[in-house]
């Protein structure tokens, strides 16, 4: 193998990404999210964007029916959040206020933006499936967004913040 998966980890650790909770609503009702950092815009026009979802989680089983799916953008101050909806717990939605998208994709409140889509194609390669949506609404209301970087959450230097917004 040329690179082995630790190194490969480790590798791209060193690539910052923002932090996102995709959700869902489930056929019987219920409200799904799971933290995401590999998330990207992926045309301008047509709006499309994707994200890769790992096949060894209930996070797949919950995006392989949906239809609809909405990707909340975290602030600095949600990073909780993003614990809360990495883990094993039974009701994530428990205690975290949120609203419905026009098609039932729960948008947490606080967030920076949100992008809500429908589901146009899934393309499995390897251990991971990549799930394109078609982006129907996207807001910004901005704020001070949540890092990933080399494993641990980080915050952006305020001196490096866009003035204009
Ligand atoms: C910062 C961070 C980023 C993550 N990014 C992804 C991701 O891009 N794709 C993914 O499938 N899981 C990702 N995860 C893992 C899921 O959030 C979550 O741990 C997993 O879906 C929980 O398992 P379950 O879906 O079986 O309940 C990430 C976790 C963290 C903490």
Same mark, same amino acid.
Request: with cysteine; aromatic share 10%; charged share 20%.
């Given at each position: 193998?040329?690179?082995?998966?630790?190194?490969? $980890?480790?590798? +791209? !650790?060193?690539?910052? &990404?923002?932090?996102? #909770?995709? &959700?869902? $609503?489930?056929?019987?009702?219920?409200?799904? !999210? *799971?933290?995401?950092?590999?998330?990207?815009?992926?045309? +301008?026009?047509?709006?499309? #964007?994707?994200?890769?979802?790992?096949?060894?989680?209930?996070?797949?089983?919950?995006?392989?029916?949906?239809?609809?799916?909405?990707?909340?953008? +975290?602030?600095?101050?949600?990073?909780?959040?993003? =614990?809360? *909806?990495?883990?094993?717990?039974?009701?994530?939605?428990?205690?975290?206020?949120?609203?419905?998208?026009?098609?039932?994709?729960?948008? +947490?409140?606080?967030?920076?933006? *949100? #992008?809500?889509? $429908?589901?146009?194609?899934?393309? /499995?390669?390897?251990?991971?499936?990549?799930?394109?949506?078609? #982006?129907?609404?996207?807001? /910004? =209301?901005?704020?001070?967004?949540?890092?990933?970087? $080399?494993?641990?959450?980080?915050?952006?230097?305020?001196?490096?913040?866009?003035?204009?917004?």
């Amino acid at each position: 193998m040329p690179v082995s998966p630790e190194q490969f $980890r480790k590798v +791209l !650790g060193h690539f910052a &990404t923002g932090v996102t #909770v995709v &959700t869902t $609503r489930l056929a019987s009702g219920e409200p799904w !999210g *799971f933290t995401v950092n590999a998330f990207t815009s992926l045309s +301008l026009a047509p709006p499309l #964007v994707l994200v890769c979802v790992d096949h060894g989680t209930e996070s797949f089983q919950a995006m392989r029916r949906a239809e609809y799916f909405a990707v909340n953008f +975290l602030t600095e101050d949600q990073e909780d959040l993003s =614990r809360v *909806f990495a883990a094993k717990l039974q009701d994530r939605f428990r205690h975290v206020p949120h609203s419905d998208s026009s098609h039932g994709s729960p948008l +947490l409140e606080g967030c920076l933006g *949100f #992008v809500e889509c $429908r589901k146009i194609s899934s393309h /499995a390669h390897g251990d991971h499936t990549i799930l394109i949506g078609e #982006v129907l609404e996207a807001k /910004a =209301r901005g704020g001070h967004p949540l890092l990933f970087y $080399r494993g641990s959450y980080a915050h952006m230097e305020p001196s490096l913040e866009p003035t204009k917004r």
